[in-house]
């Protein structure tokens, strides 16, 4: 394992470069606003007159035009959504000046060849470990979210060197930078959504809830014990691992989570995380949902619709507004 600190850094990789900002969503603006406030010459690449264009300005950034904000750029981060990547890279693939660094924060577009970047470029990522509205917040607050670094092609024998530069400028190595490959960060961090972060934890949090109200307790009771005391369990886990979790709960609790998890969570449930890695691997999610971007997402959107409108959420969304505090954390 090899993970760097701000002592690692060499402060001279970056200095008096000129980074471009492509895409102004949850970690566009936050990159953007951390580089700018650790001394970097910044500059937002979105379209003309949008809302992003709108908001960068109002954050008192340049803002321009894609094509025109990687023309001279030292440094080129990649950070529209991954689908929409390829296309924005052939639109400003000829701008970029012969030995930059284009950089990414999640291997996708790299490791399943969607993009294929000039040979005279460096090519490198950085990905923060947590969404851009807490890489802005930790930033702010004198911390750092962990990131993960990764080269895929050195030409100038300092892409790495660079990329750490460019993490420190983020906060990244306030929280520690952990050196990794395209490949293991593309498949892990979809591994991750799908089976523990997003897909695993909704799936299980819906279908407790279901469970509940299926044997008539009230659907309120059911939120509270499935989603809305979900936080302190992660927030446990998060501050100190499996053993902080145990301190803080009950020996019933304890003694739950010990002989039921498991039958909740078994070999099956293991056999199907395994298939899910293959199709990571093998690249067929990938293709997969790749091929439902090109037909309009008509099937992404039926999914998710009926995702938001589950019932959980209408009991949620009363019981949230008693707890306005919520919004304001945010």
């Known amino acids: ?47 003309k007159g949008g809302k992003s264009a709108r908001a960068a300005r109002r954050d008192g950034l340049e803002v321009a035009e894609p094509a ?7 440094l080129v981060a990649m950070l529209v959504p991954d689908l929409a990547q390829p296309e924005l890279y052939e639109q400003v693939r000829s701008e970029l000046a012969h030995g930059a660094t284009l950089l990414f924060a999640h291997g996708f577009n790299i490791h399943f060849k969607q993009i294929r970047p000039r ?19 930790q930033y702010q607050q004198g911390r750092g979210v ?10 100038s024998g300092r892409a790495h060197a660079r990329a750490l530069a460019y993490a420190d400028g983020i906060g990244g190595t306030r929280g520690g930078v952990l050196e990794t490959s395209f490949a293991e960060e593309t498949e892990t961090d979809l591994f991750g959504e799908q089976v523990v972060l997003c897909g695993g934890a909704t799936e299980l949090v819906v279908k407790g809830y279901e469970t509940l109200v299926e044997a008539g307790y009230q659907p309120e009771v059911a939120y509270y014990e499935c989603l809305h005391e979900l936080k302190l369990i ?28 498991p039958r909740v969570v078994d070999e099956r449930t293991r056999r199907e995380m395994r298939r899910i890695l293959k199709e990571i691997r093998s690249g067929k999610f990938a293709r997969q949902w790749i091929d439902e ?7 992404f959107r039926r999914l998710l619709k009926r995702d938001t409108s589950h019932p959980i959420e209408r009991v949620g969304e009363k019981l949230r507004a008693r707890m306005p505090w919520l919004k304001e954390a945010r």
């Open 1 to 47: 394992m090899q993970l760097y600190s701000r002592k690692d850094v060499d402060r001279k990789a970056l200095r008096g470069a000129r980074i471009a900002v492509l895409g102004y969503g949850s970690q566009g603006r936050a990159h953007a606003l951390n580089l700018k406030d650790s001394g970097f010459d910044v500059v937002v690449g979105v379209r």
């Open 68 to 74: 025109a904000a990687v023309r001279g750029a030292d």
């Open 119 to 137: 040979k005279d470029l460096d090519v490198v990522m950085i990905a923060p470990k947590g969404p851009g509205g807490l890489v802005r917040r």
């Open 146 to 155: 962990p990131c993960l670094l990764a080269v895929a092609q050195d030409v």
């Open 234 to 261: 992660v927030d446990l886990l998060h501050e100190g691992g499996l053993s902080k979790m145990h301190q803080f709960i009950s020996d019933t609790a304890k003694y739950g989570d010990l002989t039921r998890g």
């Open 293 to 299: 971007h090109r037909h309009g997402s008509r099937n």
